[in-house]
């Protein structure tokens, strides 16, 4: 397994990426209602709420990626069948 920083927001958020930030949002916009399970007014309170969070100075956001890679068929190791793709793997 591998772990990667993927972003690190420390303070206010820099405009361009703020940007970049609200389009992410506006496109979820319709997930994040459901989610909440309200109406669009609710998501359109989440992603202000979130977008004011990242422009605090106080703001301290960081996610990491994780890669975990295997091999499929590995002789001796219980459970674990040979294929190819998605069908194959355990």
Request: glycine content about 14%.
């Amino acid at each position: 397994m591998r772990v990667d920083p993927y972003h690190l927001i420390a303070g206010r958020i820099d405009p361009v990426e703020r940007e970049q930030r609200a389009l992410k949002l506006d496109i979820a916009r319709p997930l994040i209602a459901r989610a909440l399970g309200g109406p669009t007014a609710v998501a359109d309170g989440a992603v202000e709420a979130f977008l004011a969070h990242l422009d605090g100075e106080e703001t301290l956001t960081y996610s990491v990626a994780f890669t975990v890679t295997g091999v499929a068929g590995v002789p001796g190791v219980a459970g674990v069948t040979g294929g190819a793709g998605p069908a194959g793997s355990r």
